[in-house]
């Protein structure tokens, strides 16, 4: 039961979620990062925490790790919190690691998706 799960996550869940972030980097981006592009040296690398800002539940992980895979495949997303799982304010999400034009690009992406 579990592979056949696993084979329906893959034939049918992950192509539509990597086609909703794609749209949704698109509309957010359009012609692409201006002001990262304009003051962002090419190799800056950055680390960023998306820590919440009330208690709840969490859902989107997945997305999160889709919006920045489709932009720099060598950013790192650590879940620190697993999807359903309740959290308290103040709470560190995901942490992510990797280009800091990525990271700026995607993080107002990311953060609709959690």
């Not at 820590?51 to 539940?57: H, N, S």
């Not at 103040?90 to 990797?98: D, P, Q, S, V, Y």
């Amino acid at each position: 039961m579990e592979r056949e799960l696993q084979q329906v996550w893959e034939r049918l869940v992950e192509p539509t979620l990597a086609q909703a972030v794609a749209e949704s980097l698109a509309e957010d981006l359009g012609r692409g990062d201006a002001t990262s592009l304009a003051l962002v040296p090419e190799g800056a690398r950055a680390e960023g925490v998306i820590v919440a800002r009330g208690p709840g539940r969490l859902a989107g992980g997945a997305l999160v790790e889709a919006v920045f895979a489709q932009l720099d495949p060598v950013v790192t997303v650590r879940q620190l919190v697993a999807d359903g799982a309740a959290y308290a304010a103040g709470a560190h999400l995901i942490a992510l690691e990797g280009s800091a034009r990525a990271l700026l690009a995607g993080e107002r992406v990311a953060l609709n998706f959690v």
